[in-house]
């Protein structure tokens, strides 16, 4: 079993910054990678950025160049921090461990980006 904790969601105006973190317990936390991903009302949710065990990433399009995806493994946690933020980042932001369908998740945070 694994529990996912995210926070460091809120209220910013444009162009301003956030860093999400997601804390998680459990045994294998540092051999699995970790994936932020959103969901805008009425969308479907998206991911946004992916981490390795190794450290590798990747990032949607919509978000290189502005987020940074990073983990702690001593610490069990993964970071989002994100920079130039946009109205259209506006979204609850989830950390998944394990996979889309079989993985866990988090409760989710809530980001808000006014323009």
């Known amino acids: 079993q694994v529990q996912l904790v995210e926070s460091g969601g809120g209220l910013v105006q444009a162009g301003g910054s956030l860093r999400l973190s997601c804390a998680a317990s459990?045994?294998?936390?540092?051999?699995?990678?970790m994936v932020w991903y959103r969901q805008a009302p009425g969308k479907q949710r998206e991911l946004v950025a992916h981490?390795?065990?190794?450290?590798?990433?990747n990032y949607a399009d919509s978000v290189k160049g502005r987020f940074t995806i990073s983990r702690d493994n001593a610490k069990n946690t993964v970071y989002l921090q994100m920079n130039s933020l946009k109205p259209e980042d506006t979204g609850v932001y989830y950390c998944?461990?394990?996979?889309?369908?079989?993985?866990?998740w988090g409760q989710g945070t809530q980001v808000t980006v006014s323009s």
């Open positions: 981490i390795t065990s190794g450290g590798i990433t």
């Open positions: 459990g045994r294998i936390f540092s051999i699995n990678a």
């Open positions: 998944n461990y394990g996979g889309y369908v079989m993985g866990y």
